[in-house]
């Protein structure tokens, strides 16, 4: 057991660390939808490309933390949250946890965990288990939890650095943490919590994001202390022989 404090503490125990893809339903660990209308299933060559990316491209500190976001709503944040943290435990059989940073829960309302469950934010400054925050996701073999609660706004920035206290909890008991974010353009919430991260993925939809939209978010983040490790343009085109939507993967230093 770890502990930040006298009073906040998390059992590992409670947590499924090395979950195991074999227990996975064949048709969910073999195909993960990942765009928002559920039509498009995961290329998991390009996910497993940009998983080798960003570890590259983050510190080694034992596990990873990493942000995804972007400028405006409705560019797939929440899918390449998700995929990426399926991927890592297909590709390396990693325990992912992704933390639900996003106004309306949208990660933890598609697997019906958007009720009672506190949120990390909950847990400061009362005694608690932070197990109790975490639900497993057994058949997708990772864990979510909501990072803050549902009013994304700037009474939240006052609890960013605990919040960093309890992520790096956290990196004892997952390997990757993959932190689901409203987008920029919803206030000041998600770029403060880039500082936190080892690194932030941007997204992009092809044909939607406008370039300048990208840049300002780039500025914005860098502003406040955030790493951007590069863009994902997401949907870029339609494989009609296969079905699938890729992301295409740009770094920062690439681009």
């Known amino acids: 057991m770890n ?4 009073e906040l503490t998390i059992d590992m125990t409670a947590i499924p660390l090395r979950p195991q893809i074999a227990d996975a339903p064949a048709s969910e660990r073999n195909i993960l939808r990942i765009n928002p209308s559920g039509t498009a299933p995961l290329d998991i060559d390009n996910m497993a490309r940009l998983l ?13 933390i ?8 409705g560019e797939g944040v929440s899918s390449v949250a998700r995929a990426l943290a399926y991927t890592a435990t297909v590709i390396d059989g990693a325990a992912a946890l ?3 940073a ?8 598609r697997f019906g965990r ?41 009474h939240q920035d006052a609890k960013t650095d605990r919040l960093g206290k309890v992520l790096d909890l956290l990196r004892g008991a997952f390997d990757w943490i993959i932190i689901d974010t409203a987008p920029i353009s919803d206030g000041s919430f998600g770029p403060t919590l880039s500082r936190l991260c080892d690194g932030t993925i941007l997204v992009a939809q092809a044909g939607q994001t406008r370039r300048s939209a990208v840049a300002d ?8 202390g955030g790493r951007v490790l590069g863009v994902v343009v997401n949907k ?7 079905g699938k939507r890729p992301a295409r993967w740009w770094s920062r230093k690439s681009a």
């Open 98 to 100: 992704v933390c639900d």
């Open 66 to 73: 990493v942000q995804v976001i972007s400028a405006e709503h």
């Open 114 to 154: 958007s009720g009672d469950m506190p949120s990390l934010s909950d847990m400061i400054g009362r005694p608690g288990d932070l197990a109790s925050a975490i639900s497993p996701v057994p058949s997708l073999n990772y864990a979510v939890c909501a990072l803050s609660g549902t009013a994304v706004n700037t």
């Open 102 to 109: 996003s106004a309306n829960r949208d990660t933890l309302r």
């Open 52 to 64: 080798r990316a960003v570890s590259r491209a983050c510190p080694d500190r034992g596990s990873r």
């Open 3 to 6: 502990k930040i404090s006298p």
């Open 236 to 242: 870029v085109n339609r494989d009609t022989a296969s």
């Open 217 to 224: 978010a780039q500025r914005t983040l860098d502003l406040y």
